[in-house]
């Protein structure tokens, strides 16, 4: 199960931290933040993957997030994290956390993960 927290109204250029607890969290999954504007489909916009051999936590971003979003992790913990800076008009959605299917390639698309948080409304205006 996955519970997604932390979204709101914010003013374009401010920031939010949005959390997603997870009941099984575990290192080795891979774990994504997804959004969905008004009208438009769901886009993977960050992921987090465990490089055994680095044992580090490597994250990768889509191009509209890169330099402003950061996807992190407590997995003592289980938590999820996406800390949101900079955020713009179009940045408004749906943010949803996800954890990826087994076997599957570790990517922002939304068809490779198979739990689902019910979302949490993120509003920059």
């Known amino acids: 199960q996955l519970v997604e927290s932390g979204g709101g109204l914010v003013q374009p250029g401010g920031s939010l931290r949005l959390s997603c607890a997870a009941s099984d969290m575990y290192s080795r999954y891979c774990m994504g933040w997804f959004r969905q504007a008004p009208g438009k489909e769901r886009e993977g916009i960050a992921r987090?993957?465990?490089?055994?051999?680095?044992?580090?936590?490597?994250?990768y971003y889509a191009d509209s997030v890169k330099g402003r979003f950061t996807i992190s992790r407590d997995n003592t913990g289980g938590m999820l994290y996406l800390q949101m800076n900079s955020l713009r008009p179009d940045d408004t959605g749906i943010y949803y956390c996800a954890k990826a299917r087994p076997g599957y390639a570790c990517s922002l698309q939304p068809a490779a993960f198979g739990s689902w948080g019910q979302g949490t409304q993120v509003t920059v205006s």
């Open positions: 987090i993957y465990r490089n055994f051999a680095r044992s580090a936590d490597d994250p």
